[in-house]
């Protein structure tokens, strides 16, 4: 059963960076079939999509953090991290890491989001 | 950017009634179009995609339909596990990804 575990430092100072990294168990982050991605949630608000990466490195962004966002992936680990710069307060979210299934008629890079981690809470705060 | 607006913000239902959700798009997505339920402290559950395929899993009392800018969730008799909030999401247009401000759906 596919399982994915977001991991990283629960609180981060303003303007500095925040390191998040997603391992995944019970499957393939080489299958071919998905994309791999993350989503946050700031309290009280809606899901904001951050950005999708696939096996081989390709990457798409939200055009609102892609001057502050870096996604990679670690086949050998199984595993894709997230890097998020100069943070603020409006940063202050839960940040979730995700499967996407690839939609041939879809835009590039995403899809539906159909298996989740748990999500952890990271703060923004000095 | 394609905007989701779902409509209502909340919608009181009793347990057993009907609720209908609506998401609609500023312009069209086709059929590439997500619905998520949401309960505090867990991550979002994928329940519809391609916006009328359900989940693995999924009871069949959830159902989605529409395309183009139209959509909607219906819930056929809502049980107590079902009051959550509720958000749509579509990947058809860059950026994709965007998600709608959510219905939550509360006990009457």
């Known amino acids: 059963q596919l399982q994915l575990q977001e991991s990283g430092p629960g609180l981060v100072k303003p303007s500095e960076t925040l390191s998040l990294t997603c391992a995944v168990s019970?499957?393939?982050?080489?299958?071919?079939?998905?994309?791999w991605g993350w989503v946050r949630q700031p309290p009280g608000k809606g899901p904001e999509w951050i950005g999708n990466i696939y096996f081989s490195g390709s990457t798409y962004y939200n055009p609102s953090l892609k001057s502050r966002v870096t996604i990679s992936v670690d086949t050998s680990k199984n595993r894709f991290s997230l890097r998020l710069t100069s943070v603020t307060a409006a940063d202050t979210a839960v940040y979730y890491c995700?499967?996407?299934?690839?939609?041939?008629?879809?835009?590039?890079?995403?899809?539906?989001?159909?298996?989740w981690g748990q999500g952890t809470l990271v703060t923004v705060a000095s | 950017e394609t905007v989701m607006t779902q409509s209502p913000a909340t919608l009181s239902v009793s347990p057993g009634e009907r609720a209908t959700l609506s998401c609609r798009a500023s312009q069209s997505v086709g059929s590439n179009l997500a619905w998520y339920q949401k309960k505090p402290g867990q991550a979002p559950r994928l329940l519809i995609y391609g916006a009328s395929t359900r989940a693995t899993g999924l009871p069949a009392r959830f159902s989605g339909s529409g395309s183009g800018t139209e959509f909607t969730l219906t819930i056929s008799s809502l049980q107590s596990e079902d009051f959550a909030v509720y958000y749509c999401q579509q990947y058809n247009n860059w950026p994709p990804g965007n998600f709608g401000g959510g219905t939550k759906v509360e006990i009457k």
């Open positions: 995700a499967r996407v299934p690839r939609v041939a008629k879809a835009a590039a890079g995403t899809g539906a989001f159909d298996h």
């Open positions: 019970g499957g393939s982050i080489t299958n071919r079939t998905y994309y």
